[in-house]
């Protein structure tokens, strides 16, 4: 039992941390994807009153900032940029990129999970003009993280 037990726990400790982080992973793709179809048709949440690290934006950007928030996790990080020249215009490419830091649930395997995240990126064409267009916005990376991923 003295020998089994820590074993058991370690691996019952490892499937929960890791579950999680999984989960977190495919929450974060999927709301990512949600933001960026309405990103590109010109629809987002009406709420622009989340705490954010970006510079001082536009209606749209908050609006879109504060979904992404709502949905992804309010530790979440957000980046929007327009990789074709001329910025919000139909046809062009829109790229949403969210950091969502993993944590450690049953301290386990702190050392393993905290300090890392999970990054996404999706990039697609916006399909309608807007009355005010998004800006290109972007938050601090998350601490020992960057935004190369999403280049």
Known sequence: MAIVLPLVAGLLAGIIDFSLALNDLQTTRQETREITRDAVVGTSGNDTGCSHLASPLNDSSIRLMCETKSRVGTDA???VAFPDAGGYLVGNAVQVCVQLPYQSLTGFFTTILDGNSA????????EVEMDTPLEPFQEPSLPGESWGFCA
């Open 77 to 79: 990080r957000v980046k």
């Open 119 to 126: 990054k996404v990126k999706v990039e697609s064409r916006i």
